[in-house]
């Protein structure tokens, strides 16, 4: 079943089309949260409830769509729900953790035979380094999408998308 899927979804058309309507959707989310103010409900992550968590790790499900980014998914489907640019766009952050940690895990645990102890130095500066710079990231990030909107972004992906598939239909560019 896996690999009728992937054989029918892992393609540049269905992954430029879930590009384009995944922009489509941003644009309408940005559109109404602009119109119907009131329809944000959640300013703070910490004013969120167990059922909006529940309802955008639904959202989150659409992930699995080739073309859909994971933070793409749980930010807009907060919105939709009723958070706040900035809250929807922390708890999708927060959500990554448990993501990142057990694949993290996993690789370690896979490549076990390759690791020694003397590579724990190297493995602690590595952490510590990658900590500092995903925090003034993340940080930086937040603070932008509080004042800006992510029209730029699915202006982008439907430009990335008619791209891809001028290519594809074209012949220019031979996806693999």
């Known amino acids: 079943m896996g690999g009728a899927i992937k054989a029918t979804l892992f393609h540049p058309v269905p992954v430029a089309i879930a590009f384009i ?18 329809s944000v409900r959640i300013a703070e992550v910490d ?38 640019r900035k809250a929807a766009t922390e708890f999708s952050f927060f959500l990554a953790v448990p993501t990142l940690v057990a694949a993290g895990a996993y690789s370690l645990w896979k490549d076990r035979a390759a690791l020694s102890v003397a590579d724990l130095p190297m493995f602690g500066v590595g952490f510590i380094v990658s900590f500092v710079s995903a925090w ?3 940080r930086w990030l937040i603070r932008y999408v509080s004042r800006n909107d992510f029209v730029p972004f699915a202006w982008y992906r439907i430009a990335f998308g008619v791209l891809v598939l001028g290519t594809a239909w074209t012949g220019l560019v031979a996806w693999q």
């Open 47 to 84: 004013d969120m409830r167990a059922i909006d968590a529940f309802k955008v790790g639904i959202a989150q499900t659409f992930a699995l769509i080739p073309g859909t980014s994971r933070s793409g998914a749980t930010i807009i489907g907060g919105m939709l729900f009723g958070l706040s």
């Open 136 to 138: 003034l990231c993340i």
């Open 21 to 38: 309507v995944g922009a489509f959707v941003i644009l309408w989310t940005e559109r109404r949260q602009r119109r119907h103010p009131a």
